[in-house]
């Protein structure tokens, strides 16, 4: 088991994507915080012993709650080795349609804001420790294309990929290393929105081989990019798309 003795921090956690790295993490040997909004999505993990399983309910867009995070994890697991900025949110919707307050303003403050306090929250426990210490952040495949009904998200995404290369740069005097890894079209939820307007079958043929990524396909990346396995991997996304970025809808099939 690649990550034995390490200790992560998980936000997003009761999500699709989140709940699969979560358990994927478990399985190769570490012991997980597992943090989300919701305290109620978070009894999904009941089952699990507290000595390699404990729960948090945070708002990633308050620096303090994020702060207390860290340290219940760190109380409670005695070290911080591992930070994954995985929540995020986003819904579609067209770009003139938007109400400021409601359609940017939020998904800007968990997309971006949030993915910055756990840069900030973690590196400066890493620090304290005088340890090494990997941050994962969890960026899109749309950080990179454009698309419509997604504006907000996209531009979100697009900072994420940012405040990880220059995370990075800064943190590496410290041993920290900052990567990021880019989901394309992932069966969750969040994606699952797209049913309601009648696209779900379009997207899924849009796809290299017209299948969803599973989010188990996504936490197995995800266990390797924090493990010391992929050490000489820093400062950038690993795209995890399916090849979804470099090519157009088929013209057939």
């Known amino acids: 088991m690649r990550l034995t003795n390490k200790t992560a921090v998980v936000t997003g956690a009761a999500g699709g994507i989140g709940q699969a790295i979560v358990k994927k993490l478990l399985a190769e040997g570490a012991q997980v915080l597992a943090a989300d909004l919701s ?3 978070l009894t999904v ?3 699990y012993p507290k000595d390699k399983l404990i729960t948090f309910s945070v708002d990633v867009t308050d620096y303090q709650q994020v702060e ?3 340290q219940h994890g760190v109380t409670h697991f005695g070290q911080l080795d591992i930070m994954i900025n995985n929540a995020g949110i986003g819904a579609p919707k067209p770009l003139l349609d938007h109400d400021p307050i409601a359609d940017f303003e939020p998904v800007t403050r968990v997309n971006q804001q949030g993915v910055y306090y756990g840069i900030l929250a ?3 426990q890493f620090r304290r420790q005088e340890s090494k210490g990997v941050i994962l952040n969890t960026s899109s495949v749309y950080a990179q294309l454009a698309s419509e009904m997604t ?4 531009v979100s995404k697009a900072a994420v ?5 220059c995370a990075a740069l800064e943190l590496a005097p410290l041993g920290i290393r900052v990567c990021a890894v880019a989901p394309g079209r992932v069966d969750t939820p969040m994606l699952r929105q797209y049913e309601a307007l009648g696209l779900w079958d379009h997207i899924r043929k849009e796809q290299m081989r017209q299948t969803f990524t599973q989010p188990s396909e996504i936490a197995d990346i995800v266990a390797f990019l924090v493990s010391d ?3 000489c991997i ?3 996304t690993v795209s995890a798309s399916d090849g979804f970025e470099h090519f157009k809808y088929p013209l057939l099939g």
């Open 68 to 70: 207390a995070m860290v």
């Open 151 to 154: 504006f907000t998200y996209n």
């Open 229 to 231: 396995e992929a050490n």
């Open 122 to 124: 973690a590196g400066r």
């Open 161 to 165: 990929d940012m405040m990880t290369k």
């Open 234 to 236: 820093n400062g950038c």
């Open 45 to 47: 993990f009941n089952d």
């Open 39 to 41: 305290a109620s999505a």
